[in-house]
């Protein structure tokens, strides 16, 4: 059957953000047959049957987009009676991964047909109090929401039923397939000793930051996890043991805890990407990379499945004179891909540069498109655009893209533009962002042919559409958006970056590079609407195109520089850039007559440089030469990542700056940035090799280990 047929959605009494409820369902195994069960929560839910964990992540949604869960768990029901628990994460505040809404649980379980039980306001319910609840609990970073604080000293509260809530009703199974995971990452011993707090007050991030640490000699390599234990003791005087441990590269997953203690005590659990500080860096700025454990006495074994961090490094500290560690870290979650395409050539670096550039991709890539694991694991169009395309070259799957264009278009407000993130609370927008959503959809079409979904999803491309045409001015131009919400930034980069909502807006009276991503839009909706024949519909949207083309090229061109300012203010043409005029080669704007002398002068590298992210419109229109600048594309591509490589990246940064950009905060780990890929896959498998500098180019399967 399809959908629920009896499961009710409940709750308990009690309700706020940041709120863990906990429900217990027994039901009878006895007849054999195949057990479905469906669920669906506000929040993240780990689901346990007989105390094994069977299932954990709720697709992340609306509420009025509401997906659920249908799970085989045949296996894991024995003969006789079976006790389900679930407990169940409701954020409850807004954040860039998840839009408030009212909390519930819905789930049901049916053998062949037949009900075996269902939620409902007889269901058992408690608010799970090894949880810390509400507000008090820090936010790990204003785009991912709260941490956790789990006390495992805590009594469980009394077991009361259940109330009904009035819900909207799960529209859908889930999009997109399940995450998988495996057996707990190996973690290296990098660093052990004793530490003490310089600050007494405070978050577990703030204090692991600040602490005074005292390393000792590790007296040989360690690995965990540990069968015999690893015996730590603290120094006199100290405030307990920590232990800094590398899981060899960039990893996401749930956080492991495997200790032995003979006293309570608290253990701080810190992650990041780097060692820049000699340790992790656990704060930075108002984001917290730390949550907090209180152990009980003897062996305590801890995993949390409804938080999934990213990092490479852990730093733990324990709040105690001696305690034996078996494992701390990690049990690795990913997104599994039944098809992953490997590309080969002649150059070892340009092979770890595609290999590295798959692993970046699949770090950001969980219930949906992150832009990075460790900071935000928030789906933005721009970036997702590259990630999308990335994988339509490397990846079979195309339910993953589609999940997401959907989840996109819902996110769509009544000015016409789209949220900065989808699923998403947040009320600010990024307009080009906004642009850039028909282009994915397009590019979906490409390489999907469903042209059922672009129907689908025509309507909300042509409001975005019909509302930047709606802002043309009188010269036929778009400027910077005006509004408060309003975010026009284009890429991390001088005179590019705009300012981020709730400061003074800043626009531009004419605007370049918003124009680039317009034209690229409506060559997407031209396209789309001749695909599903709505001939009438593209014809207008060409002869948009081709109007905006060349009143750009009239406002914008310099003829005594041969190339594109981004801007007009007081009649003043300045800033000249390499993602303004790439942007408008790749549109198709540029008169033939000219396009040699801006592919010149993209080449030369005297405009102001694109960063990783855009670098695929600089790369892609200069490839429109190929015979001229393959080479020098392809040598470019291995000085810049090859640069990433040579200093340890086992992933992709956010910038070339690497950790200490945006004030010590820049990600090592950034999904935009895997731009390679397309250009490895679209023009050097294709391109003579004198052209490219790219020898014995193939390309092979491979599989979807873990390892990558």
């Not at 609306?62 to 997906?67: A, G, H, I, T, V």
């Not at 204003?142 to 009361?160: K, V």
């Not at 609370?425 to 307009?431: D, L």
């Not at 975005?464 to 778009?478: N, Q, S, T």
Request: proline share 5%; charged share 20%.
């Amino acid at each position: 059957m399809e959908g629920f047929a009896w499961g009710k959605w409940v709750w308990m009494a009690e309700d706020g953000p940041n709120t863990y409820a906990e429900f217990q369902l027994d039901f009878d195994g006895t007849t054999a047959g195949k057990y479905l069960l469906r669920i669906s929560v506000d929040g993240n839910y780990a689901l346990h049957i007989n105390d094994g964990l069977v299932s954990f992540g709720q697709y992340g949604d609306y509420e009025d987009l509401k997906f659920y869960d249908e799970l085989d768990i045949t296996a894991q029901v024995r003969p006789g009676q079976n006790r389900l628990n679930i407990t169940v994460w409701h954020p409850g505040a807004d954040s860039f991964t998840y839009c408030k809404a009212l909390p519930g649980a819905i789930f049901e379980i049916e053998r062949d047909g037949v009900c075996v039980a269902a939620s409902s306001a007889q269901t058992q319910v408690r608010p799970d109090t090894h949880f810390a609840q509400g507000e008090a609990v820090e936010r790990i970073t204003p785009q991912l929401g709260a941490g956790f604080h789990y006390d495992a000293m805590q009594r469980p509260a009394p077991w009361t039923t259940a109330q009904e809530v009035r819900k909207p009703m799960p529209c859908g199974k889930r999009p997109a397939a399940k995450l998988n995971t495996g057996a707990p990452m190996q973690m290296t011993l990098l660093g052990r000793g004793s530490f003490v707090d310089t600050v007494q007050e405070g978050t577990p991030a703030l204090r692991m930051h600040r602490a005074a640490l005292r390393f000792a000699v590790p007296y040989r390599a360690r690995k965990l996890p540990d069968a015999a234990g690893l015996c730590l003791q603290a120094a006199e005087g100290s405030d307990g043991v920590f232990v800094i441990l590398d899981a060899g590269a960039e990893q996401t997953g749930h956080l492991r805890l495997e200790v032995e203690v003979a006293e309570a005590c608290d253990v701080f659990i810190g992650w990041g990407e780097h060692l820049e500080d000699l340790r992790v860096r656990t704060e930075v700025g108002r984001r917290n990379f730390a949550v907090k454990y209180r152990a009980h006495p003897g062996k305590n074994v801890f995993e949390n499945p409804l938080l999934r961090c990213g990092f490479r490094y852990l730093q733990v500290h324990l709040y105690t004179p001696e305690c034996t560690l078996y494992y701390a870290g990690a049990v690795p979650v990913w997104y599994p891909q039944a098809s992953i395409l490997r590309f080969r050539c002649a150059d070892a670096m340009h092979e770890r540069i595609y290999d590295t550039a798959i692993r970046t991709l699949r770090m950001c890539m969980h219930e949906h498109y992150e832009d990075c694991p460790w900071r935000e694991q928030s789906q933005y169009t721009m970036d997702s655009r590259n990630q999308m395309l990335c994988g339509y070259y490397a990846f079979a799957d195309r339910a993953f893209p589609k999940a997401a264009l959907r989840l996109m278009a819902h996110s769509i407000r009544p000015d016409n533009f789209l949220c900065i993130c989808s699923p998403a609370g947040s009320t600010s927008m990024i307009p080009s962002f906004s642009a850039i959503f028909p282009v994915q959809l397009w590019e979906y079409l490409q390489f999907s042919g469903d042209t059922a979904f672009i129907r689908e999803m025509l309507p909300t491309a042509r409001r975005i559409a019909e509302e930047f045409l709606r802002r043309m001015d009188d010269d036929g131009v778009l400027s910077g958006i005006v509004d408060e919400q309003a975010w026009n930034f284009y890429e991390w980069q001088e005179g590019l970056q705009g300012r981020v909502p709730g400061k003074q807006p800043h626009h531009h009276e004419q605007d370049a590079v918003l124009c680039g991503f317009v034209l690229m839009m409506l060559r997407g909706m031209e396209e789309m609407c001749a695909a599903v024949g709505q001939h009438e519909e593209a014809a207008r949207y060409e002869q948009s195109r081709v109007r905006l083309a060349a009143t750009v090229h009239r406002v914008f061109f310099d003829t005594s520089a041969r190339v594109y300012g981004s801007y007009r203010d007081d009649g003043v043409l300045h800033h000249y850039c390499e993602l303004t005029n790439a942007l408008l080669v790749y549109a198709g704007a540029v008169p033939e007559a000219h396009r040699a002398g801006v592919l010149a002068r993209l080449a030369e590298g005297s405009l102001i440089p694109v960063t990783l992210s855009h670098s695929i419109y600089k790369y892609e229109a200069l490839l429109t030469d190929l015979p001229r600048y393959g080479r020098q594309v392809f040598a470019e591509v291995a000085e810049k990542w090859g640069d990433m490589i040579a200093h340890g990246a086992t992933t992709f940064w956010e910038t070339a700056d690497g950790a200490v950009a945006f004030n010590n905060a820049g990600s090592l780990c950034h999904g935009w940035s895997a731009v390679p890929v397309v250009l490895y896959m679209k023009y050097a498998l294709q391109a003579d090799p004198m052209q490219t500098g790219l020898y014995e180019c193939r390309t092979e399967q491979m599989g979807d280990e873990y390892g990558r």
